[in-house]
């Protein structure tokens, strides 16, 4: 009768943790498609320039230095406008991976097993979202140089103007590999999430691992498109995964894990 009683109790504790683990990682799949929408939304606004115009380089015949230097404190100018932009976009941003990140523990929790694509899956959900979230921070770097407000260039300040802007330059080259990299990282544990969701069948719907291997193709494709430093490609595939598809897959899982929370 004691050991009953005792496997009873074991049994209860188990599943209040399954359900305890349904609740996070519901809660965290919310976060990270609110994150991944609101992060995207605000880089697009920005890129098409829907905030504020960018200023374009102009030739004048005060010469290169003057030039640059006038250009220079134009971009500032318009960054300090839309900082509010570039501030909540870089910290939604890393909140949204590490959210991403918890969905996968939830979901390694939530099947058994110890095949490849289990144990793989929060491997590399957490380093490509941790390069990512890096990536994001660090062009928060320029937020020092765009806080204050700037008017025009001084006389005999072109030379200091001209060193700032190219050290901003300097941090987004920084940036930029890292985030390429983290979102192969990032697609490859959403290629396990996939495996994993499709092997779970019927505990998983179908098409919520059909959208896992779709973002995954569209996150690599990302990759590629930052990684060349292409505007156009990289504006769509940034509306297609941000917007869309990973909102929507983040979604399916918090709808599961919440029918999960409630057994």
């Keep these: 009768m004691d050991t009953m009683a005792a496997a009873g109790t074991a049994l209860d504790e188990r599943s209040e943790a399954d359900r305890a683990w349904a609740r996070v990682g519901r809660a965290a799949a919310y976060v990270a498609a609110a994150g991944f929408f609101a992060m995207t939304l605000l880089y697009l606004l920005d890129q098409m320039d829907l905030l ?81 979230a890096i990536s994001s921070l660090l062009y928060l770097g320029n937020v020092e140089f765009w806080r204050l407000p700037w008017g025009p260039v001084p006389s005999g300040g072109e030379t200091s103007i001209v060193a700032v802007g190219r050290a901003t330059t300097a941090i987004d080259n920084l940036t930029t590999w890292p985030e390429a990299f983290g979102y192969v990282v990032l697609a490859l544990g959403l ?63 918090a709808r599961t894990f919440g029918r999960e929370a409630h057994r």
């Design 52 to 132: 504020a115009p960018s200023p374009q380089y102009v030739q004048t015949s005060a010469g290169q230095l003057h030039d640059e230097a006038r250009f220079w404190a134009q971009v500032f100018e318009h960054q300090h406008r839309i900082l509010w932009d570039v501030v909540i976009r870089d910290v939604v941003g890393p909140a949204a991976f590490i959210a991403l990140i918890v969905v996968g523990v939830a979901l390694r929790r939530r099947v058994s097993g110890d095949r490849p694509q289990r144990q793989l899956l929060v491997t590399f959900l957490t380093v490509g979202g941790l390069i990512a």
């Design 191 to 253: 290629w396990c999430l996939g495996s994993v969701v499709r092997a779970e069948r019927p505990s998983f719907s179908t098409r919520l691992g059909t959208l896992a291997f779709v973002t995954a193709g569209g996150l690599a494709a990302l990759a590629i498109a930052t990684a060349l430093d292409a505007e156009t490609p990289r504006s769509v595939l940034s509306l297609a995964v941000g917007v869309v598809l990973a909102p929507w897959l983040c979604f399916g899982f």
